[in-house]
């Protein structure tokens, strides 16, 4: 199958794109909306092209990594220059490195927060421990919900 889905010639319904990449149509719509696709259209129907797919997985990888659509749409649009990639390589380049210097201030803004919480959780179960002993075991079972909840979390986003 993957070669099939590398030849030029290629074309995709809305139904396959959306199987393939687990999205919406309301998001293909949305991004041809915004001119980042642009299918041919037969009668109602999208017809997406190789290139539509391989713009469409460059977006949803940029979305993924938290670029923003007009981020997305510069490196897009230099795809067509007639240079090989060069110039998309070293925008791409260029973005990804602004990108990562965010997520790095964030990771340290969290991890700052967290432990904030954590020291703010040992003063309040000291306090409790001192004042209302029986009040510890709620604080215990919401700690349960929330690793539980938390775990949910991860292994939807492992998946």
Do not use: H
Request: positive net charge; aromatic residues 6%; hydrophobic residues 35%.
């Amino acid at each position: 199958m993957t070669t099939d889905l590398r030849r030029l010639n290629r074309t995709f319904s809305i139904r396959q794109l959306c199987q393939e990449f687990g999205c919406t149509a309301r998001a293909l719509r949305f991004y041809e909306d915004k001119g980042l696709l642009s299918p041919r259209r037969d009668g109602l129907n999208r017809i997406y092209s190789y290139k539509d797919r391989a713009r469409l997985q460059l977006i949803l990888r940029g979305k993924r990594v938290g670029l923003a659509l007009a981020e997305i749409r510069e490196i897009l649009d230099l795809y067509g220059a007639d240079d090989g990639g060069v110039q998309q390589a070293a925008q791409s380049l260029r973005k990804f490195r602004e990108r990562i210097v965010a997520l790095e201030a964030q990771r340290e803004d969290i991890d700052k927060a967290i432990e904030e919480l954590k020291a703010g959780c040992v003063e309040l179960e000291r306090r409790l421990a001192e004042t209302r002993p029986d009040l510890l075991p709620r604080a215990g079972d919401y700690d349960q919900v929330l690793r539980e909840r938390l775990d949910g979390l991860e292994r939807v986003q492992a998946k």
